[in-house]
């Protein structure tokens, strides 16, 4: 036979047997309410990346499209805005500003109004810059368009130059980080607990064979998931044109190219997606893909974010089914080292470890880093993926003199306290 299925999938009902003695006696100290040491340093700067705020200030908020495409209200209004992770709060401004203070039940009424922001959700969204947005009432100038999840779209003008490169170099600093730590957390994820598998060197091996498994799939933050069997194709190197495999999404196991529902064919990046909470580590199989999908031939591949959660195995602990479905992807696209060797060299850019801050600093760069980019008229029509890859070139002159990252612990721990006390 040219192809196999899923090492999980086909297990015999001895293998699962034993495969049930074994998750009873491997006991983990995230499966204990406690963090370990091996990923005690990852969650420390994945929770520095939450708390930190990258800018601040005034500006002209409007929503253009709603979750369903369709125009919103699009009217402009004054806010205060706070990025903070990925995460941009924001509240009216003239509300604010005019509110007048006699009392101490004015006082708590500002405050209520202050605790109680609009919140936009900025981890997958997508960004475009532009000096010049031409409109039928005259041109906007200093306007950064946002798409979040769904089809939400929404426009920001900030007034002064100076402020729209800033805040565009949060945006991008923000959207930088908080991919960088989830691929470190991955390879945190992987030394961890692949020594758990028991046959984690045949799980790593380089192998010619198809790997195939149940699995649920979202093409982009917020769309409906969808039940599907993924058929992941080894790369082939004696390809010269394309030797990267591919990824084809059936409705069932009946699978023929021509009935693929969807077919990744690049894929730029693939990580595991750190749940938030460190004491659910052992559950999650939650894995992010970007890379481009074709769904119609005659359309052409699309850049798209691609969300999977492989469907587990009877007593499989989660973090085995999403290590063995994970290993390979990251083969098929050659991503990080594989097939061959997975790559943890800090001054490599094609690791999942590249310039991971080194604690007790806790930040990649600073925003004023960035500025040099979002100042150059050049990088108006840059991707995503270029975006990335020249705040890595900046990233990589600075490891190279012996860069460890910027920020510190103990602004964090103040940070968090200050926030808590607040709430």
């Known amino acids: 036979m ?69 125009p919103a209200d699009r009217v402009w209004n004054e806010v205060y805005g706070v990025l903070t992770g990925n995460q941009l709060a924001v509240w009216d401004a003239e509300l604010l500003e005019n509110l007048p203070i006699h009392s101490k039940q004015d006082e708590n009424h500002i405050k209520d109004l202050e605790n109680k922001p609009m919140y936009i959700n900025f981890s997958d969204a997508t960004f475009k810059a532009l000096d010049v947005l031409p409109s039928a009432n005259g041109d906007l100038r200093n306007v950064i368009i946002v798409s979040t999840t769904l089809k939400n779209r929404f426009l920001i003008q900030i007034n002064s130059k100076e402020q729209f490169e800033r805040w565009h170099a949060a945006f991008r600093l923000a959207a930088f980080e908080y991919k960088s730590l989830q691929e470190a957390y991955t390879a945190a994820l992987l030394s961890a607990r692949g020594s758990m598998l028991s ?100 359309e052409g591949a699309k850049a798209c974010s691609i969300f999977l959660m492989p469907e587990q195995h009877s007593a499989v602990p989660g973090y085995d089914t999403l290590i063995r479905f994970m290993i390979p992807l990251m083969d098929a696209f ?78 964090l721990f103040l940070l968090v306290s200050i926030q808590i006390q607040n709430y």
Not at 215 to 242: D, H, L, Q
Not at 274 to 279: D, G, R
């Open 334 to 411: 050659q991503l990080y080292g594989r097939p061959k060797r997975l790559n943890a060299d800090k001054t490599d850019p094609a690791s999942l470890l590249f310039a991971l801050p080194v604690l007790p600093q806790v930040h990649y760069m600073d925003v004023n880093d960035l500025l040099k980019l979002t100042t150059s008229a050049t990088t108006s029509a840059w991707s995503a993926k270029q975006w990335r890859s020249a705040i890595k070139d900046i990233l990589r002159a600075k490891v190279a003199k012996g860069y460890t990252g910027c920020g510190s612990a103990d602004e």
């Open 2 to 70: 040219n192809k196999i299925r899923s090492r999980s999938s086909s297990n015999t009902a001895d293998n699962n047997q034993q495969n049930a003695s074994r998750v009873k006696r491997i006991s983990t100290a995230e499966s204990r309410g406690e963090l370990s040491p091996e990923l005690s340093p990852i969650v420390t700067l994945l929770s520095a990346q939450t708390h930190r705020r990258y800018n601040e200030g005034v500006f002209m908020l409007l929503k253009d499209l709603d979750s369903d495409g369709n």
């Open 199 to 298: 046959d984690i060197k045949v799980v790593l091996a380089e192998t010619k064979f198809e790997h195939e498994d149940w699995t649920s799939v979202r093409f982009g933050a917020g769309m409906p998931w969808k039940r599907c069997f993924a058929v992941i194709e080894p790369c082939n190197k004696k390809k010269k044109k394309s030797p990267n495999g591919k990824v084809h999404f059936y409705e069932n196991e009946k699978k023929t190219k021509k009935m693929a529902m969807a077919t990744l064919t690049e894929a730029d990046s693939v990580y595991a997606i750190y749940p938030e909470n460190y004491t659910i580590i052992d559950h999650s199989t939650m894995i992010k893909m970007d890379g481009e999908v074709l769904f119609e031939k005659k």
